[in-house]
Each structure stands twice: as structure tokens, then as C-alpha cells.
């Protein structure tokens, strides 16, 4: 490892925040569209389906899809940035 | 050609992809064993993982649970893919930068501690077990509807296949074999869930279907909604379950499905970190192709179902012809699926709310008899005809068991007979490819974590490959033994997996990644608490004298992981802060956990 402490430690703040603005959308679209605000969002149509329905059937599945590649390409930047990428 | 001629072609067809598959990728190392060489591409990785991942569960149960319970199914269409999304930013690029063989390994080396180790053995064990009886369920059932032999059969000739190329090719012939399983499993759900979809809404992608409008001038949806009102069963688009209930189980699903051990594995066969983070990435896009038609398949289904039960007036059908217009009905009931009981003596069959028989979750207990319209008669039909005229038009007379939704479906909506071949294919492919993936977790279990890393550290590199190869062999009779004389309670053990996952595994492993501060001794305890508090509250609803209103804050059993997790880390968290430090090389250890660059290939020491 040729990095110095006080990067690697910069190096996983980045990183911590990254998740957690991933957890965050994550937590919303999931626990917050599909199941504590699901009956407030079911009183909007979309596409055929009450919104909140379709958050816990299709939507969040989708969501969870972006979520995982826009992660993947974050860290893959934050890697070359701090030059530890193998 | 017939459909038994067309089913024996693409089952045994597969069967013979996935033995010269094995017989490419035989192992002879234990690296290859354990891990495929660790040097899997991840877009093969991304389809190995979807198809472990994706079980007789995912396959045959899933759409019709959906099917049957509406919204409620939310959490578990969620939960099973959200744990990805934990898998992918908290686990894999950590587990695949420390470079071992298994789950044990991390617990043992993080927490330097055999105890932790064993505990970990112990857990993973249990969880695996629990799964693979399924799935050798599964397969049986498949079996036994499509090629006529009976469910005991069709269970050894599945072992016999996983025999075959779980013991010779070990990870390495399993990850391959996964990868033509996946696409066997993704062509048979899709093709048929296309066709269902143009059928009834004229959208050929189940995933806008859904939303479609129908000739009677409303959305499936809404028309689902409606049916299922008028027949006295709740609405299909609102839930039955309190909030806090669905909360806790889809955390339980989530946390459980990131934390359960054959899905981890697969983390550790590829060369690089980066490798981990993408891999999770391709699993759940072929993951989601099939979850996100499952609501289609279900909805459909459901709709297909009630109007040909109660025939074109909603009255009822007549059973005599149904045993011409849909075959389907008889040959279910015939394998002990489908029942039904005349209860008002009209000759028709009607499908509403309520049970026809008087079992557990109004399962029928067949005699060898046949009544007058030929059907099967059972020894717990109800022999009323009682029902609330103002919820519904007439007592229910069908039991319909929701497992049979997917494969019945082309049936019902007289699809041609390759497809419903190829939906037999598909079912036996998902639970080969899970089945598979557990045994070798379970082997590995025991020749590495306990065998060589807990009895005997001395034992060489070619006598582990001989236990491993003999647990595996242990592991399959075991599971085939569940598979022939399933345990009743098959819903509450997987829960029980799903529970010790969440509540044992997953805390442990997150902690050791992102608390360097972290001991064994707060591991220890944490894990004592997850595991304890979830198998006993399991036990006590599931066998004990527990009834419903006693759950504590109105969680089922379902989601009580999520509640042994929060024990968990609150207990670990206090344990450690009051015991020493780790040593400072686990210390570096965790420090060089998170940083990428330097991952050698997963080895032994």
C-alpha cells in the first residue's frame, strides 16, 4: 500500500459518504414510497397503477438497479482519485 | 408433439448441458473447489449469483404468494432484491478485499476467535440446510406433474444431477452450470409472462401490462381490486398487514438476504474488488428481469384464475367441463394441489373467499375415492354451505395451492405446449442451481472452516478436497431425505433462515467491516443475542402455544430478525465498549479491508 495514513482516511470519509447518499435514496423509494407513505402516494395514478403500489412492486426494484451501477461508478472514480485502484 | 415428448427433451436436454458443463470444469484444487480458481468474469459472476439466488422460492412460490396476498407481497418483491443494494455498497468489496474462502473465515480471523468462528459454522449450516429442503421440494413437484413419476423419484433423480456436478466441479462446475441455468430459468419465466401479458392486456412487457387498461374499460389493477372485493377477499392493491409488520420483514429479507452464506460466496470468486462492486451490479440487473415481471404473472394469473373457476357469468363453472376446457384443473388435483368440494351441490365450481376443507390454511386430506363428477374427495370437506351473503355470492369450494400459480399459469391461459415444457425446464433449473450452491456452502462448511480451520490444521491440501467432496455428498442425501419426507413447518424455517441471517451473520460481518474498534467478545455476545432472541421467539409462535396478539409490537415471526439484529448491534456495541480493544494487527487488518488496491487472489493463509 503506498498511500499515507491521513489519505486513506480521506479515502474512506469519501467512501462513507458515498454510501450513505446511496442508503438514503435507497431507504426512501423502499421503506418510505412502499411502505410508510404508501397509502398517501396510492391516491396518485401512474401509468395504471396507484403510485405507492407500484413503488413496492416495480419501482423500487428499478431504483435499486441505478443505485448499485451509480455506486459502481463512484467508487471506480474515487479509486483513481486517490490512486488505489488495482 | 406432445407435451410429455416436449417436456423430456428440454428437462433432459438440460440435464445433459449441465453434465458436460461439469465434466468441463472439473476442480482439482480446493481453490477451485472453494472458489472457482477466483477467476470468474463478473458478467458470468453477476448470472451465477441470480441463479443461486433465485430458488424454487423465487421461481415457482413467488408470483403465486404475490398472486394471492396482493400489496402484502410488496415486501418480499423488495426485501429479496434490496438486499443487494447492502450486498454491494457494505459487504462484497470488503469480504473480496480480505481474500478468504468462506463466511467462517471473516467471523474467525476478524474476530480472532475459534468460538466466533464456530458460531458462524453453526449459523451457516443451520441456514443452508433450511433452504436446500425446498428446493429439493421443488424439484420434486415439477417432476411429478410433468413427467408423471412420483415426487420421490423425481427428488433423487434431482440429487442425483447435483450429485453429479456439485461433488466433481465443486465451485468451479457450479458457477458454470449457474450460468446455463440462469438462462434456461430467465427464458422459461419471461416467454410465457410475455405471452400472458399480450394475451390479456395486448402490452407484450408485463411490466407496463400491469398498468394496461382492459376491454371492460378499467386498469388490471382496478379490475383485480374489483373481482376480488366482489368475491369477498380484501383489495388486491391495499395491504392486510400493519406498517410496523411489513417494515420489520422486508428489513428481515434484506439484512437476511445479504447476510446468507451462499450468496456471499459468490463474492469471493472474482480477481479484483472492483470486480465484487460490478458483479453485484450484473446479478441484480438479471435478478430484477424476472422480479419485475412477477407482478405481471401474478396479477394476470390472478385474473385468468377467477374467471375460468367461475366461468364467463361468474357463477361458477362446471366441473365436468372443466375436465375438457382446462385440464389443468384435474391433472393439479390429481398431485393433491388443487381440491375441490361441491358444498352446494350444484356440480359447479365456485371460487370466493373462505375454505372449502377444514386443514391448516384449508388444505384438503384426500381419500383414494372419487365422487360422482369424478372429483377427488377428502376427509375434512366442509359439509356446509355457509356463507356472509353480503361479502361475497356463495361459499367457496376450491382450495388452490400457491405454489402451483406459475406452472399452472400457461396451462390456464392455453399456451402452446413448448412453453409449458419450457417452464418445467425452467422450475427444475432454479432449484438445481440454488440447491447446488447451498451443498457447497455446507461442505465447505464443515471440510474447511471445521475440519481444517477448528479439528485439525494439519490435514493436506488433497484430504480436504476429500472431505469436502464427502460432506458434499452427506449434504445431498440429507437434503434429499427433507425433499422426500418434507417437515411441515417448511414457511417457518425458511423465515428461521432468513431470521439467523439477519439477526447473526449481518451484524457481525458489517461491524467487524466498519467498527474497527469492534472485540470478540461484543461479537460473541452480539451474535448469542441475534441468534437466541430470533430462534426463540420463531419457536415459540411457530411450535409453542403463541398466538397473534402476543406478538411483540404486532412483528410476526417473519420480521423478527430485524428486531434480533437491533439486539444485536446495541449488545455488541455495549459488550465491546466495556472490554479491551483489539489487537492492533486486527486493527490493521480492518484498515487495509478499505482500501482496494492490493487484493491478492483468495487463498488460504
Known amino acids: 500500500m503506498s498511500i499515507s495514513n491521513e489519505q486513506a482516511q480521506a479515502y474512506w470519509r469519501e467512501n462513507l459518504r458515498i454510501i450513505m447518499t446511496h442508503l438514503a435514496i435507497w431507504f426512501v423509494v423502499s421503506y418510505g414510497c412502499a411502505i410508510l407513505f404508501v397509502e398517501q402516494l396510492n391516491e396518485i395514478p401512474f401509468f395504471g397503477f396507484p403510485l405507492g403500489f407500484w413503488f413496492g412492486q416495480q419501482g423500487s426494484i428499478f431504483v435499486f438497479v441505478v443505485l448499485i451501477w451509480t455506486y459502481v461508478f463512484s467508487m471506480n472514480k474515487l479509486d483513481e482519485k486517490y490512486d488505489v485502484h488495482e | 408433439m406432445s407435451l410429455d415428448v416436449l417436456t423430456f427433451l428440454f428437462v433432459g436436454g438440460s440435464f445433459a448441458l449441465y453434465i458436460g458443463i461439469a465434466i468441463w470444469a472439473r476442480a482439482g484444487s480446493t481453490k477451485e473447489f472453494y472458489v472457482a480458481g477466483g477467476g470468474v468474469p463478473p458478467i458470468a459472476n453477476g448470472m451465477a449469483t441470480a441463479a443461486d439466488w433465485m430458488s424454487a422460492a423465487s421461481f415457482i412460490s413467488l408470483a403465486g404468494l404475490v398472486s394471492f396476498i396482493g400489496r402484502d407481497g410488496s415486501a418480499y418483491l423488495m426485501g429479496w432484491t434490496g438486499g443487494y443494494v447492502l450486498l454491494a455498497l457494505l459487504l462484497a468489496p470488503y469480504l473480496r478485499k480480505f481474500g ?59 440429487m442425483a444431477i447435483v450429485f453429479f456436478y456439485a461433488v466433481l466441479g465443486g465451485m468451479k462446475g457450479i458457477t458454470y452450470t449457474q450460468v446455463a441455468q440462469y438462462c434456461v430459468l430467465i427464458l422459461a419465466f419471461t416467454v410465457p409472462a410475455l405471452f400472458l401479458s399480450a394475451q390479456v392486456t395486448g402490452h407484450i412487457l408485463p411490466q407496463i401490462g400491469l398498468g394496461a387498461t382492459l376491454d371492460n374499460g378499467m386498469s388490471v389493477l382496478a379490475t383485480l381490486d374489483q373481482l376480488s372485493v366482489d368475491l369477498g377477499f380484501s383489495q388486491y392493491t391495499s395491504g392486510k398487514k400493519s406498517t410496523i409488520d411489513i417494515f420489520c420483514l422486508t428489513v428481515a429479507l434484506m439484512c437476511g438476504t445479504a447476510g446468507l452464506p451462499h450468496v456471499i460466496v459468490r463474492f469471493f470468486t472474482v480477481p479484483r474488488v472492483k470486480d465484487a462492486r460490478i458483479s453485484a451490479g450484473y446479478a441484480l440487473i438479471f435478478i430484477a428481469l424476472l422480479y419485475t415481471a412477477i407482478p405481471g404473472v401474478a396479477g394476470f394469473g390472478r385474473v385468468n384464475l377467477i374467471q375460468t373457476l367461475n366461468g364467463p357469468d361468474g357463477s361458477g363453472a362446471s366441473y365436468e367441463a372443466l375436465k375438457t376446457d382446462a385440464k389443468w384443473f384435474q391433472q393439479w388435483e390429481n398431485t393433491g394441489l388443487i381440491g375441490w368440494n361441491d358444498r352446494n351441490g350444484d356440480g359447479k365450481v365456485q371460487y370466493a373467499a373462505g375454505d372449502a376443507f377444514n386443514g391448516a390454511k384449508g388444505k384438503p386430506a384426500f381419500l383414494e375415492e372419487r365422487g360422482e363428477h369424478g372429483q377427488r374427495l377428502a376427509t375434512n370437506a366442509k359439509d356446509d354451505a355457509n356463507f356472509d351473503p353480503a361479502k361475497q355470492p356463495f361459499a367457496n369450494e376450491v382450495y388452490v395451492d400457491r405454489d402451483i400459480m406459475v406452472l399452472a399459469n400457461p396451462d390456464i391461459a392455453q399456451l402452446p405446449n413448448w412453453v409449458i415444457a419450457l417452464v418445467a425446464a425452467g422450475a427444475v433449473a432454479a432449484a438445481l442451481s440454488t440447491a447446488a450452491g447451498l451443498l457447497l456452502v455446507i461442505s465447505t462448511a464443515i471440510s474447511h472452516d471445521l475440519m481444517k480451520k477448528t479439528i485439525n490444521p494439519n490435514i493436506s491440501d488433497k484430504q480436504e478436497l ?19 419426507n418434507p417437515p411441515g413447518f417448511v414457511a417457518q424455517v425458511v423465515a428461521l433462515a432468513f431470521g439467523l441471517a439477519c439477526a447473526s451473520v449481518f451484524p457481525a460481518i458489517i461491524m467487524g467491516i466498519f467498527w474497527t474498534r469492534h472485540n470478540s467478545q461484543g461479537a460473541i455476545a452480539g451474535m448469542l443475542v441475534g441468534l437466541v432472541s430470533t430462534m426463540c421467539y420463531m419457536y415459540y409462535f411457530a411450535f409453542g402455544s403463541g398466538t397473534p396478539d402476543q406478538y411483540f409490537l404486532g412483528i410476526s415471526p417473519g420480521g423478527f430478525g430485524t428486531v434480533g439484529a437491533v439486539l444485536h448491534i446495541v449488545v455488541g456495541f455495549v459488550v465491546s465498549s466495556m472490554t479491551a480493544a483489539p489487537p492492533k494487527e486486527i486493527q490493521e487488518i480492518v484498515a487495509d479491508l478499505r482500501i482496494p488496491r492490493g487484493a491478492t487472489e483468495a487463498h488460504d493463509h
Open chain 2, 100 to 158: 478468504k474462502f468462506t463466511v467462517p473465515d471473516f467471523i474467525g480471523d476478524r474476530y480472532y476467535s475459534q468460538t466466533a468462528r464456530v458460531i458462524a459454522v453453526a449459523c451457516t449450516i443451520v441456514i443452508s440446510f433450511t433452504y436446500v429442503a425446498g428446493q429439493m421440494r421443488g424439484v420434486g413437484i415439477v417432476f411429478s406433474r410433468y413427467l408423471h413419476v412420483d415426487i420421490n423419484t423425481g427428488v433423487i433423480i434431482g
Open chain 2, 466 to 484: 476429500l472431505y469436502a467432496r464427502l460432506a458434499a455428498i452427506v449434504a445431498i442425501c440429507i437434503a434429499g431425505y427433507f425433499g422426500i
